[in-house]
């Protein structure tokens, strides 16, 4: 993935890049330095709370300030969710107080790095003896860009099937496994629904709760993609296929597509749960039932990593960016990796924290939670460009799987739609600058 990412570079030029992108992401190079360590002597970390996590992350930034008297940090709600997050970030980067250190998503970093707005951690790791060797490497390569890292691996997550397994037992199925292809999905839905009083055997959050990711590994399973890097590919004959599939599973009442998914399935509403690893420690606590978690569908890769990572603004004095990365190792820290990921279900993103004996002890007794360990290495790829790279492209592509599933329209047309519009936001912000 960030061969493919220098690769574009080398294309367009990285100061073309940054220019032209800005007015596209919204993200600007401004250099405001109020809010952090010049301004009121705090350095502020901007979150969204991931997982529900914001006591923990207080906890964290409390231990912090004990360590740190003379460097104390303050947590800031700074949006219900990544992108309300990356639009203040935005509006703070016009001109505003920025922060010492804010999450950036597997959507927004790359924007921000693109445009220069954030700072290449590599030197600062060094200069401040941060082991960049300990993070988990294919989770710290996913923010490579020109052989630089523009973010750290933080709440890190790949999509996770969750199954009833009371369900599944009286349903005559499998509770060791899920379904191993979503043609089997099909083939065992009709027995869930059944064995649970005609309740939906799978429910997946709609396009403005990500739908768009968890889609990519089914549209690979099928053989299909949203994009061949920067070609559209959403009406081959394969993307249909998959648009199809989808289609007919929520028509038949096997597949529901649900704003609140995780909670549909803890009460259980539904049987199963196409839901991000994140949610893993929640479920833990509010699931109504026992269940188990399970690759999604093959054949591999059927499922795409995500989540986000920690990324330091560019426009802040060197001395506050020393400060951050101190800080960002500290909350990724082995101890802090360890209880950060045992109680919200995100993978350990430190080497250090999976061999250690409390991590090692936990995932034998916690399998659930080795799930998404295990299928990082077995079933995971990146994402295509068309929803990560391409200004817009999540929002453009969940709204388009909510016209076929919640709308129930034409799957050609809508996937010809998306084709469209994505290869018009091609044609105006990033072909001129492949000259």
């Not at 006591?55 to 303050?74: R, S």
């Not at 939670?369 to 077995?378: G, M, R």
């Not at 990560?388 to 453009?396: L, Q, W």
Request: charged share 20%; proline share 5%.
């Amino acid at each position: 993935m960030s061969v493919d990412r220098r690769s574009f570079i080398g294309l367009a030029g990285a100061s073309a890049a940054a220019l032209t992108l800005a007015a596209c992401s919204g993200a600007g190079a401004g250099s405001g330095s109020g809010g952090g360590q010049e301004g009121n002597g705090t350095l502020q970390f901007w979150s969204n709370h991931p997982g529900g996590s914001k006591e923990l992350e207080q906890a964290m930034i409390d231990a912090w300030n004990e360590a740190n008297p003379d460097t104390p940090a303050t947590l800031v709600s700074a949006g219900a969710n990544y992108e309300e997050l990356a639009q203040r970030v935005n509006a703070a980067l016009t001109g505003g107080d920025l922060p010492d250190v804010f999450i950036a998503s597997d959507v927004t970093w790359f924007n921000f790095a693109l445009n220069e707005a954030t700072t290449p951690l590599d030197d600062l790791w060094a200069e401040n003896d941060i082991d960049s060797d300990d993070i988990v490497d294919t989770l710290r390569e996913d923010y490579n860009f020109e052989d630089k890292h523009y973010g750290m691996p933080y709440c890190r997550s790949t999509c996770l099937m969750y199954f009833n397994t009371d369900v599944l037992t009286k349903a005559g199925l499998p509770t060791d496994r899920g379904p191993e292809t979503w043609q089997e999905f099909a083939e065992w839905a009709p027995k869930i629904v059944e064995a649970n009083d005609g309740k939906p055997a799978l429910v997946v959050p709609d396009g403005s709760n990500y739908l768009d990711w968890y889609f990519q590994g089914m549209i690979w399973a099928f053989g299909g993609k949203y994009s061949e890097e920067w070609e559209p590919t959403f009406t081959s004959a394969e993307s249909i296929e998959a648009g199809t599939f989808l289609q007919e599973q929520v028509r038949a009442g096997h597949i529901a597509i649900d704003a609140n998914a995780a909670n549909t399935f803890a009460i259980g509403e539904a049987s199963g749960l196409l839901e991000s690893t994140g949610s893993l420690g929640g479920l833990n606590d509010t699931a109504s039932a026992p269940f188990h978690t399970t690759y999604l569908p093959g054949p591999a890769p059927a499922c795409a990593t995500g989540g986000a990572g920690l990324a330091i603004p560019a426009g802040i004095s060197d001395e506050r960016k020393a400060i951050a990365v101190k800080f960002m190792d500290f909350l990724t820290s082995t101890e802090n990796t360890i209880t950060f990921t045992q109680a919200t279900g995100y993978m350990p993103v430190r080497k250090s924290a999976l061999e250690h004996p409390d991590e090692v002890a936990y995932l034998q007794e916690n399998p659930n939670a080795q799930t998404a360990i295990d299928q990082l290495a077995e079933n995971t790829a990146p994402q295509d460009w068309a929803r990560v790279f391409v200004p817009g492209g999540g929002a453009r592509i969940g709204g388009g799987l909510d016209r076929i599933t919640i709308g129930d329209e034409d799957v050609q047309t809508v996937f010809q739609a998306l084709s469209d519009e994505t290869q018009e936001v091609i044609e105006r912000d990033i072909e001129p600058l492949l000259g």
